[in-house]
């Protein structure tokens, strides 16, 4: 379960990814029983926008998931991702047990030698996880031709794709 901003970047580089089965937007990390994505682009349900990503380990392996995820985001900067400004925006990594916890870590440690400033990802025990409305799956692939996808995802796969070409389909 993953967040760094919102979760259509994400979503569109996860979907392209071999090994990857299945990418759900959603929302977790807050306060409110049914958050919808009106309230937490308030703020005030203290959710992330979060992806939830399940793969095949035998095709593709966790570090480049993780990868993937510190290419797609700027995890140096709290709270806010380009223009998304807001706690729901922030980087952030939920994790299942401490096995992962431990994974997420030390993932942590490997992306700081890339990043000059200090990574602010927020690794948090998961709580509930709320599927996101309809129109936010699967966005990018629905949608290639509109504006934030054409100005803000595509330059975020094109970044994924000189990191990780082998591990992206076109």
């Known amino acids: ?10 979503d569109a580089i996860y979907q392209k990814t071999k090994g990857v089965t299945e990418v759900v937007s959603g929302y977790t990390g807050g306060h409110t029983e049914n958050p919808f994505y009106e309230a937490v682009c308030s703020g005030t349900t203290g959710h992330a926008e979060v992806v939830a990503v399940t793969f095949d380990e035998e095709v593709v392996p966790e ?7 510190f290419a797609a985001h700027d995890p140096t900067t709290l709270n806010r991702q380009g ?11 939920f994790y299942r047990d401490e096995q992962q916890k431990g994974l997420f870590e030390a993932a942590i ?8 400033d200090p990574i602010v990802t927020e690794v948090a025990q998961l709580g509930p996880f709320h599927r996101a409305e309809e129109y936010h799956q699967d966005f990018y692939a629905k949608h290639p031709e509109q504006g934030y996808c054409q100005v803000i995802i595509n330059p975020k796969l094109a970044k994924a794709r000189k990191y990780y ?3 992206l389909a076109a």
């Open 1 to 10: 379960m993953l967040g760094g901003g919102c979760f259509w970047c994400l």
């Open 63 to 69: 570090d480049v998931i993780l990868g993937l995820f």
């Open 83 to 93: 223009h998304d400004v807001g706690t729901q925006y922030r980087s952030s990594m």
């Open 109 to 116: 440690a490997r992306a700081q030698e890339d990043w000059r």
């Open 165 to 167: 070409a082998q591990w």
